[in-house]
């Protein structure tokens, strides 16, 4: 069979309708996303993390009380059974945080699977509340060998992950632009993890299974991982003298410079704009500034020689670089965010559900004859 030139427009399935959702609107159109109706400016200035994820999950911006009584939820399922912290101290060192992350939520599926009798949502709101505690847990009690305390008041996710991270409570303006960037990774409609989620989902498989499907999916550098790579290339780079050969040097040689480009958004990335201004603010060194500096030019050259525009990750690295994260956690909190949509996307998987299995279009050799094969051989 050939391939016709629509068929190869479709690889990657980019520009493919793959099913309907009330989620989430990425829209080419304006640039904008909205989350519910409601544009990510509006969520970003107003909402939290929190109620941000509220609204996914249930449909609707919580009342106070109903806001108070999900962050109280939350808090009060932080905390990780002993097994699994045990399971998490027999983590190498050295190993992967996205890959802690997938083995701790697959571990929290055998302790406390999903039955008849227990409620999705709740699911979903102990591997929310749990996730920073399990990828915390294993960095601290290998970092400095000691048993951690996961007990400590924090009323937001974003500072109790600063706090538990850093020893100490979070500066304000830490705490908030964690808040804002849960924010922003929180939901992105039929990306590559969430689609993962899905399709798992779409076989009637467990939440566990198909948020740790996700967590792989989102783990690679064309998708979650892009963060830390953007990290890696403005750290590279010794001053904003040499940023713009650089970056010209990696597009002669047809290098992604990661961080840039997006599938549906064609002109900007509407997060970009958000995480950028909030960088700025950010900003307080002379090593900060040459940072931003740099990671500026790079955005120049690109949009110059390619029409293409930073995305999320490529100010987000900065962001939580400014905030004293360390690379190799920046892809782990963007699963912490994005576990609040892949869970909205696994409860509207199953109330609509019909199974994904896509065809393939057959590009290899037509009929053979098993027999005649091994004549041939001998
Ligand atoms: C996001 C991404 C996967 C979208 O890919 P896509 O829609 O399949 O776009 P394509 O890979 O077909 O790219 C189209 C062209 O732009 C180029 N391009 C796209 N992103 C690029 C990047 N980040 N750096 C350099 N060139 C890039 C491609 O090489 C291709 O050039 P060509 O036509 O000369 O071959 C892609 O832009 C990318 O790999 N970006 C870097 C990783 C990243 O930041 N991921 C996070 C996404 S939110």
């Given at each position: 069979m050939t391939t016709t030139k629509e068929q190869k427009k479709?690889?990657?399935?980019?520009?493919?309708?793959?099913g309907d959702s009330s989620i989430c609107l990425c829209s080419a159109e304006d640039e904008n996303l909205y989350y519910r109706g409601f544009s990510i400016e509006d969520l970003t200035d107003h909402s939290s993390f929190e109620e941000t994820a509220f609204l996914l999950l249930r449909g609707y911006l919580p009342k106070p009380n109903e806001l108070q009584d999900y962050r109280k939820k939350l808090k009060r399922l932080r905390n990780i059974p002993s097994s699994l912290k045990k399971v998490l101290e027999l983590i190498?060192?050295?190993?992967?945080m996205m890959d802690v992350l997938r083995t701790g939520c697959s571990f929290l599926g055998t302790i406390e699977p999903e039955s008849s009798n227990t409620n999705a949502l709740d699911i979903a709101d102990r591997i929310i509340a749990s996730l920073p505690s399990m990828l915390l847990y294993w960095k601290i009690f290998h970092d400095g060998n000691k048993i951690p305390?996961?007990?400590?008041?924090?009323?937001s996710l974003a500072g109790y992950i600063l706090h538990l991270l850093h020893g100490k409570p979070p500066k304000e303006e830490h705490r908030r632009c964690i808040d804002i960037s849960l924010i922003l990774y929180a939901e992105h409609e039929f990306n590559a993890s969430t689609f993962t989620a899905r399709t798992i989902t779409s076989t009637l498989s467990d939440f566990y299974s198909a948020i740790c499907g996700g967590i792989g999916a989102l783990r690679g550098p064309l998708h979650g991982g892009a963060n830390e790579k953007a990290m890696e290339l403005i750290e590279e780079i010794a001053n904003p003298k040499e940023a713009k050969a650089h970056t010209l040097d990696l597009l002669s040689k047809k290098q992604l410079v990661m961080g840039f480009g997006h599938r549906v958004y064609?002109?900007?990335?509407?997060?970009t704009v958000v995480i950028k201004k909030i960088v700025k603010n950010l900003i307080k060194t002379k090593k900060e500034a040459e940072l931003f500096e740099i990671a500026e030019i790079i955005e120049k050259v690109m949009w110059d020689e390619k029409q293409l525009f930073p995305n999320l990750d490529f100010y987000s690295a900065l962001a939580y670089h400014f905030c004293?994260?360390?690379?190799?956690?920046f892809t782990p909190l963007f699963v912490i965010a994005r576990s609040a949509g892949w869970a909205a996307h696994i409860l509207e998987q199953r109330a609509?559900?019909?199974?994904?299995r896509p065809v393939s279009n057959y590009i290899g050799p037509s009929h053979q004859s098993w027999s005649k094969a091994k004549r041939n051989d001998s």
């Open positions: 479709t690889g990657g399935l980019a520009g493919i309708v793959a190498p060192a050295q190993a992967s305390n996961l007990e400590i008041e924090e009323e064609t002109k900007s990335d509407p997060r004293g994260i360390p690379t190799p956690m609509h559900n019909k199974l994904i």
